[in-house]
């Protein structure tokens, strides 16, 4: 572990350090006898329930929980790790919106343009049309834009690219923490990959300080402050 990096979110943003807490969280086991599957669940999620529990020893945790958990995240992009489903997916249509800008802008089809606003939603649809269409180099997006198929419907365009750059990001953390965040990512509401595009996914080093620039620049939420 990097003793400095948690003095530091100690001293200067204990939020995060409460969420990495939350993400590497030991799980425990109950010493009661309770044969009901979903009521034992409900248990187990309540934190301020099994806190009582444990102090009363009628639930004990599994320590070595501790060292096998992922704590190294001083490279500010796996800390998208840290985040909600719906956050991760917003992350994704954000970029996806600004990659596809002029696209949008220069739709003329009334299906293209419905099945974008819909997908996208009014406000980042907007978005797209006005400070979006800005926030990309010409190179970076003609870069991203050539992973999929010009022929593609365009929303169809806009939904894959989204979960496209949450696996690109993905695909640089190291193994243990992709592993960890599996089921984080399976429970995305956007489409899955092909397997060939998953396989043969475009690297790009530049990746995360473009959307490290979008989250602080566009977004406004409590879970930004990872990142700062």
Same mark, same amino acid.
């Given at each position: ?78 800390? +998208?790790?840290?985040?909600? &489903? /719906?956050? =991760? @997916?917003?992350?994704?249509?954000? #970029?996806?919106?600004? %990659? ?68 690109? +990001?993905?695909?640089?953390? &190291? /193994?243990? =923490? @992709?592993?960890?965040?599996?089921? #984080?990512?399976?429970? %995305? ?40």
């Amino acid at each position: 572990m990097n003793y400095l990096f948690f003095r530091d979110q100690i001293r200067d943003n204990p939020a995060f350090l409460s969420e990495l807490l939350v993400f590497n969280k030991t799980p425990l086991t109950l010493k009661l006898d309770v044969s009901d599957k979903a009521l034992r669940d409900r248990i187990l999620a309540d934190r301020a329930l099994c806190a009582v529990l444990h102090k009363r020893g009628l639930a004990e945790s599994d320590t070595s929980a501790i060292s096998a958990g992922y704590w190294s995240f001083t490279d500010d992009c796996q800390r +998208l790790a840290l985040l909600a &489903p /719906e956050n =991760l @997916r917003h992350v994704g249509m954000l #970029l996806a919106a600004a %990659i596809y800008a002029d696209d949008i802008a220069s739709s003329v089809t009334k299906r293209d343009v419905l099945a974008a606003r819909e997908f996208l939603g009014e406000e980042l649809y907007g978005w797209a049309l006005n400070r979006g269409r800005f926030e990309l180099s010409d190179k970076a997006r003609s870069k991203l834009k050539a992973a999929l198929p010009a022929d593609m419907a365009l929303a169809e365009r806009i939904s894959l690219m989204s979960r496209l750059v949450l696996e690109m +990001l993905r695909s640089s953390w &190291p /193994e243990a =923490l @992709r592993a960890k965040t599996g089921q #984080l990512f399976n429970s %995305i509401n956007l489409p899955e990959l092909p397997d060939a595009l998953r396989e043969n996914m475009p690297a790009s080093r530049k990746l995360w300080f473009i959307v490290k620039k979008l989250v602080l620049r566009e977004t406004v939420a409590e879970w930004t402050h990872y990142f700062k």
